[in-house]
């Protein structure tokens, strides 16, 4: 059972070396546990929006996307998109949105439950963390290009609209329209939370390695 917990968690700290430096070893801990709070706190923020410009419209629509929601101009949009044929945007990431609070709770608290993990597994835990702003980019791009490239081709205007695949970061157009798609205060604090993941991993190493190896040698 010691021998399990030890290739786990890792070497514990030798007592005389906590004592001496207590700050080296609570340092990649400040980095995690502000990295954890941070991804927390994106859920209540918005992540991405897209505004759609055209000359009847010179206010913009735009629809802004949260973790588990979309708000905005959602339904003057679809609108919009139904002359063309693409789908609502409702319908996509349905699945994705129904977990979305769920998942990021869970790998925040895996993240803090890599404080107290001294070897390579503390790496593990915080991957999930730590790439979850390219899977939200990600999963974002599939869904609008399959949107985009499954156009329903009964629409009134079919004929006049290619398929396209619309941008999810800066513009793009489509016929008359323009659309400007931009990151939001949610993904910027977990994008700041992947580098203070990443920070936290790096004086992680450097602390604790020596101590793998040693207990490696023993």
């Known amino acids: ?4 917990r030890r290739k786990l968690l890792g070497p514990q700290i030798p007592p005389q070396d906590l004592a001496a430096n207590p700050e080296k070893y609570r340092l990649p801990g400040y980095f995690l546990i502000a990295a954890s709070i941070l991804l927390l706190a994106s859920i209540f923020l918005p992540y991405w929006k897209m505004t759609l410009l055209a000359p009847q419209y010179p206010g913009g629509l735009s629809v802004v996307a949260y973790l588990n929601r979309l708000t905005g101009d959602v339904r003057e949009i679809d609108g ?3 002359y063309i044929g693409m789908r ?4 996509a990431a349905q699945l994705e949105r129904s977990l979305s609070i769920f998942a990021v709770t869970v790998i925040s608290l895996l993240v803090l439950g890599a404080i107290f993990v001294h070897n390579q597994n503390a790496a593990y835990l915080s991957l999930p963390a730590m790439l979850f ?5 990600g999963d974002m791009y599939l869904w609008m290009r399959h949107f985009g490239l499954n156009l ?6 079919s004929g006049a609209i290619e398929p396209f695949v ?4 800066g513009e793009g157009s489509v016929a008359q329209f323009r659309t ?3 990151l939001q205060p949610g993904m910027y604090l977990a994008l700041l939370a992947s580098l203070l993941i990443l920070a936290g991993l790096y004086f992680h ?3 604790y390695k020596p101590l793998v190896d040693a207990q490696a040698n023993s």
């Open 133 to 137: 702003p390219l899977i939200f980019l």
């Open 166 to 169: 619309p941008p999810i970061l």
């Open 80 to 82: 919009l998109n139904h």
């Open 88 to 91: 609502p945007l409702e319908e």
């Open 180 to 182: 400007v798609a931009s």
């Open 152 to 157: 329903d081709p009964t629409a009134a205007l």
């Open 1 to 4: 059972m010691k021998s399990l």
């Open 205 to 207: 190493r450097k602390t």
